[in-house]
């Protein structure tokens, strides 16, 4: 009787019976877990709410308690939203469900989903979800990546209704979004927020955009966004018939034959010079002393190049001020004026194939050797690469070539990571140079997880070549492949035996519309995430060359100090009196006398 007391009220409290791991303990079936959960809704919200009678309104949970199971999963959600704490595990449970079962929802229902029952800012809705940064940064971010989904055509076949629907939803509520925190925030989603408000542009062509997004410094960066995306900025991310072999087989192909091409491709990619869009330096605004108020003209929805010209030709804002910015990634690390060094990031979309081209161009102080072993370690990855998340090898087909699985952080979504199957493959070039050649494979042991999205890597790799003292910094000397697979050995002179002044790296990536979601907030100008990168295997190269030298310099001194006891012990040697040593002569002189004597005593 006491277990049976304890279970009743146990199941009496509506938190409990959403904890899956009470269900689980429970084994209560997964057919009755919903049916327990909207009852507790229903209970708890019921007791919330006022009775009729004194005139405030019931729970919408009332007005669904007949409809169908997939409007009644929507209620779940949104009450959900309002009642438990852990909302986004709730909004990544709903996401997971609609865009698998892809149900058919009423207006009504998908109103609900947006606003909750009357978009008042208590209420459940994703909107609310959105703008409640009080509550939760994580959540906010779940509830806008939801929004951003459920209004995309290309992953919501009833994406039009919604955007039907969620452009008639009064501008108050549409405002409970702030969008503007998004942009403010460093938890925020900056380009998600960016997005919506262009879907809003297209969809409210006479409403002024200082309604919905209230801060005039953020208006101003997505003028400055919407600028960058007229330029093609932004990857295409649109569904659409593959025509180029995603992944390659290597049991129908051949690791050979795909480094041969990977190679190929990479060389004329680093030598190509038409039509590159170079991404502006990321410089962090500061505020400064002045407390003006910007004053940004009124820019009707819908109109994206008038409020584009509008603006001035750098969109700077006058509440913030910004000096010694650095210009070159060289400036931003040793200071300005740190050397004739510099980082260069640019990016061209392939229209025919549907991918984007990234290069990026970069010197390093340091031996070639020294930068490919550290680009080839995937063990250190994570400790440079800031977009890394983790790695590991999974077969090792000869002393130059592997095949490895990669995962990477990216900012399209807070729950899913972007994975790769690379084939890896490294040699020689002339005159010293070193090339890392990368492509997409098949492989039994890196099946598609569910927690990751599975990306493409086309052909992609990195080109290291020595910078002489007396030659200037450019990818010069890569087009004869060498087929030398010496190991790595560490040298002070490149092949012509020239003193080296560092070396040029080069890296070339061409991502399909998914693997592009790592590097997108780069090639916006919203964030350096390369070139932190690129800083952070200065630090390490440089943390690694003191680490040697502080071992030569220690082997050096116990050298010194054994040469030094040894010059010591002979010092002595030499101060000892030696022992006298008779010459040959005298031996013989005194051997003759002892025969002498002696056959005189036999006598």
């Not at 959960?37 to 019921?46: N, Q, W």
């Not at 990536?509 to 295997?537: F, H, K, Y």
């Amino acid at each position: 009787m006491e277990l049976k007391d304890y279970l009743q009220r146990t199941l009496a409290k509506p938190e409990l019976l959403h904890n899956p791991i009470i269900l689980s303990f429970l084994e209560v079936p997964d057919s009755v877990r919903p049916m327990l959960s909207r009852a507790a809704t229903l209970d708890s919200a019921s007791d919330i709410y006022a009775d009729p009678a004194d005139g405030a309104k019931r729970p919408h949970t009332i007005r669904f308690l007949c409809k169908s199971p997939d409007e009644k999963r929507v209620l779940d959600l949104v009450n959900r939203l309002v009642y438990i704490r852990a909302r986004v595990a709730a909004i990544k449970e709903f996401e997971e469900w609609f865009f698998e079962v892809k149900p058919r929802l009423s207006n009504d229902c998908i109103k609900l989903l947006f606003q909750g029952d009357h978009g008042g800012a208590d209420e459940g809705g994703l909107i609310q979800t959105c703008g409640n940064f009080d509550y939760s940064h994580v959540a906010a971010r779940a509830a806008l990546d939801l929004l951003g989904r459920l209004l995309d055509v290309e992953k919501n076949k009833d994406a039009q209704l919604y955007l039907d629907i969620f452009a008639s939803l009064q501008i108050h509520v549409l405002r409970r979004m702030q969008l503007h925190m998004h942009v403010l925030v460093e938890r925020g989603d900056r380009l998600g927020a960016f997005r919506l408000i262009s879907v809003l542009m297209s969809k409210l062509p006479n409403q002024p955009l200082e309604s919905i997004m209230t801060d005039p410094w953020t208006r101003q960066e997505y003028f400055r966004w919407a600028e960058r995306k007229e330029e093609s900025i932004t990857p295409a991310v649109m569904e659409q018939e593959d025509v180029m072999l995603k992944s390659v087989d290597l049991e129908e192909v051949g690791a050979r034959k795909v480094t041969e091409q990977a190679i190929k491709e990479i060389k004329a990619i680093a030598h190509d010079e038409v039509g590159w869009s170079v991404v502006k330096p990321y410089v962090p605004a500061i505020y400064g002393s002045a407390s003006s108020a910007l004053t940004t003209p009124s820019v009707s929805v819908g109109s994206t190049a008038g409020g584009v010209r509008h603006l001035d030709h750098h969109g700077a804002d006058p509440r913030f001020s910004i000096t010694s910015s650095p210009r070159t990634l060289d400036d931003a690390t040793h200071g300005s004026g740190g050397g004739a060094s510099s980082t260069r990031i640019t990016y061209k979309k392939d229209k025919k194939n549907d991918i984007i081209i990234l290069r990026l161009t970069t010197t390093l102080p340091f031996h070639v050797d020294q930068v490919t072993k550290l680009l080839i370690d995937w063990n250190k990855r994570k400790e440079w690469d800031v977009k890394f998340h983790r790695g590991k090898r999974i077969e090792k087909i000869d002393s130059t070539t592997d095949i490895v699985h990669y995962v990477f952080k990216s900012f399209s979504s807070p729950y899913k990571y972007r994975d790769f199957c690379l084939l890896r493959s490294w040699d020689k070039l002339p005159e010293g140079g070193r090339i890392i050649a990368m492509r997409s494979v098949l492989h039994q042991n890196a099946p598609e997880l569910k927690d990751n999205v599975r990306a493409v890597l086309y052909s992609s790799g990195y080109i290291v070549t020595p910078i002489s003292s007396h030659r200037p910094a450019t990818p010069s000397n890569i087009n004869n492949h060498s087929s030398s697979s010496d190991a790595l050995e560490h040298k002070s002179n490149d092949a012509g035996g020239r003193a080296t002044a560092g070396c040029l790296l080069t890296f070339v990536a061409q991502m399909d519309r998914e693997g592009v979601l790592i590097v997108s907030p780069d090639l916006l100008g919203e964030t350096n995430q390369l070139g932190q990168s690129i800083m952070n295997m200065r630090r390490l190269l440089a943390a690694q060359v003191a680490a040697i030298s502080s071992k030569q310099n220690a082997k050096q001194q116990r050298r010194q100090q054994q040469q030094q006891q040894q010059q010591q012990q002979q010092q002595q040697q030499q101060q000892q009196p030696q022992p006298h040593v008779p010459s040959a002569e005298q031996e013989a002189k005194a051997q003759a006398v002892h025969d002498r004597l002696l056959q005189n005593s036999i006598q």
